[in-house]
């Protein structure tokens, strides 16, 4: 067989050629311009990890029992006064605490939902009513390991840690005011080198998912049309996601007349379909999303003819909810495992990964698709890097 290539395969070997070495070159200019930024910031990393390893080490040397014995300078001095704490505490009950996170106007009611699901996931493992009793000098060591005794997943441990930070840290919520500064310093410290570790441990359980290969969405649509039907919800939610690709940011999605400027909403009528999203994970960075479908475009006209066809069927009326008012991240692993991909935990985010995937293993892909795909998708390069994994190599 001969190895010449036609005129075609050349000119398209040519173009490829000068967008590889146009993204190379990118590429270069972008390190030369971040190469100082890159440089300060692995010395803040190796910084972080000095502090956390200090940090551990001076909690672990603290005789924080009482009944053990010790003089004063190996102990709190809250507890050093007639075996009485020396500063009168205020208490913080899972109330107060939630309530301290509905007042923050700073992150996404997402965000909240997640931090008020922390605050009462921590109290449900504590036998103590108020965060200033399970964190006490004499107590908050063996409080703290029934976190990591628990039958709760890393990810849900290390979101416990997470929200302790926040209610200690001064600058955010420090719901702790009263105790001595040195157990309110140490205390502090503890927390966040578990939080760091737990976060770490994450990571790593995420390389291991990364390492994972993904269907292409092609065949992934495939699989649900041959068992769901393309009137079907199932087939609906994968092509809505093959299409616009964002978190789960569905839920309550509320079907509109007219834009109504609050949540999340869709305004579809007989002629047009666009999608607004003022409550999402990155809304600080992105602001409002909006994304008008093309009707031009078969993939987004088919799009807009399959949720047409979905509100008529289900007779959803304007002001309420197309999908329901609960996240589909549930809905969605349940159809994973019906058609083979049985991911642990991969949920809408195995969407998120074929999306990426799709777009990295395409040969005609330049650097600036990719930029592209990121700011659709709502996410980071860096995030976007997170995403990819291998091709279709699973047996469909």
Same mark, same amino acid.
């Given at each position: 067989?001969?190895?010449?290539?036609?005129?075609?395969?050349?000119?398209?070997?040519?173009? /490829?050629?000068?967008?590889?070495?146009?993204?190379?070159?990118?590429?270069?200019?972008?390190?030369?311009?971040?190469?100082?930024?890159?440089?300060?910031?692995?010395?803040? /990393?190796?910084?972080?990890?000095? %502090?956390?390893? =200090?940090?551990?080490?001076?909690?672990?040397?603290?005789?924080?029992?009482?009944?053990?014995?010790?003089?004063?300078?190996?102990?709190?001095? +809250?507890?050093?006064?007639?075996?009485?704490?020396?500063? =009168?505490?205020?208490?913080?009950?899972?109330?107060?605490?939630?309530?301290?996170?509905?007042?923050?106007?700073?992150? %996404?009611?997402?965000?909240?939902?997640?931090?008020?699901? #922390?605050?009462?996931?921590?109290?449900?493992?504590?036998?103590?009513?108020?965060?200033? =009793?399970?964190?006490?000098?004499?107590?908050?060591?063996?409080?703290?390991?029934?976190?990591?005794? #628990?039958?709760?997943?890393?990810? #849900?441990?290390?979101?416990?840690?997470?929200?302790?930070?926040?209610?200690?840290?001064?600058?955010?919520?420090?719901?702790?005011?009263?105790?001595?500064?040195?157990?309110?310093?140490?205390?502090?410290?503890?927390?966040?080198?578990?939080?760091?570790?737990?976060?770490?441990?994450?990571?790593?359980?995420?390389?291991?998912? &990364?390492?994972?290969?993904?269907?292409?969405?092609?065949?992934?649509?495939?699989?649900? !049309?041959?068992?769901?039907?393309?009137?079907?919800?199932?087939?609906?939610?994968?092509?809505?996601? @093959?299409?616009?690709?964002?978190?789960?940011?569905?839920?309550?999605?509320?079907?509109?007349? =007219?834009?109504? $400027?609050? $949540?999340?909403?869709? /305004?579809?009528?007989?002629?047009?379909?666009?999608?607004?999203?003022?409550?999402?994970?990155?809304?600080?960075?992105? $602001? %409002?999303?909006?994304? @008008? !479908?093309?009707?031009? &475009?078969?993939?987004?006209?088919?799009?807009?003819?399959?949720? @047409?066809?979905?509100?008529?069927?289900?007779?959803?009326?304007?002001?309420?909810?197309?999908?329901?008012? %609960?996240?589909?991240?549930?809905?969605?692993?349940?159809?994973?495992?019906?058609?083979?991909?049985?991911?642990?935990?991969?949920?809408?985010? !195995?969407?998120?990964?074929?999306?990426?995937?799709?777009?990295?293993?395409?040969? +005609?892909?330049?650097?600036?698709? !990719?930029?592209?795909?990121?700011?659709?998708?709502?996410?980071?390069?860096?995030?976007?890097?997170?995403?990819?994994?291998?091709?279709?190599?699973?047996?469909?």
């Amino acid at each position: 067989m001969s190895n010449t290539l036609t005129p075609e395969q050349e000119k398209f070997k040519a173009k /490829r050629e000068i967008a590889l070495e146009k993204a190379r070159a990118r590429s270069k200019k972008n390190y030369d311009a971040n190469a100082e930024k890159k440089r300060a910031y692995a010395q803040q /990393r190796r910084d972080l990890n000095k %502090t956390m390893l =200090e940090s551990i080490k001076v909690a672990q040397a603290i005789n924080l029992n009482p009944q053990q014995g010790g003089d004063c300078d190996d102990m709190v001095e +809250a507890e050093c006064v007639s075996g009485k704490e020396q500063i =009168e505490t205020q208490e913080y009950t899972q109330a107060e605490c939630i309530e301290f996170v509905n007042n923050d106007n700073t992150v %996404t009611s997402n965000s909240k939902a997640a931090y008020r699901a #922390s605050i009462k996931r921590f109290f449900k493992l504590m036998t103590c009513k108020s965060l200033t =009793e399970c964190l006490k000098p004499s107590v908050f060591k063996q409080n703290l390991k029934k976190i990591e005794d #628990s039958n709760y997943s890393i990810s #849900s441990i290390q979101a416990t840690y997470q929200i302790l930070v926040l209610l200690l840290d001064p600058k955010r919520y420090n719901a702790v005011p009263g105790f001595s500064k040195k157990h309110s310093e140490m205390l502090r410290a503890y927390v966040l080198s578990r939080f760091n570790v737990y976060k770490e441990l994450v990571k790593n359980s995420q390389r291991g998912k &990364n390492e994972m290969n993904v269907p292409t969405f092609a065949s992934y649509l495939d699989k649900v !049309l041959l068992k769901y039907g393309m009137d079907s919800k199932e087939y609906l939610i994968s092509y809505l996601y @093959s299409q616009i690709t964002l978190r789960d940011d569905f839920k309550n999605l509320t079907l509109v007349r =007219e834009n109504n $400027g609050n $949540g999340n909403y869709m /305004r579809l009528n007989k002629t047009s379909c666009i999608l607004f999203l003022n409550d999402y994970k990155t809304i600080n960075k992105y $602001g %409002t999303y909006k994304r @008008s !479908l093309n009707l031009k &475009n078969p993939s987004e006209k088919k799009l807009f003819c399959l949720l @047409s066809a979905y509100v008529a069927k289900n007779k959803i009326a304007y002001g309420n909810p197309i999908f329901g008012k %609960t996240s589909l991240s549930s809905f969605v692993s349940k159809l994973h495992a019906s058609i083979g991909y049985d991911y642990p935990k991969s949920g809408i985010t !195995l969407f998120r990964n074929m999306r990426v995937s799709d777009a990295v293993s395409n040969p +005609a892909t330049t650097t600036d698709d !990719l930029e592209k795909l990121s700011q659709e998708m709502l996410h980071g390069l860096d995030t976007q890097r997170f995403y990819r994994r291998g091709g279709d190599n699973l047996a469909d």
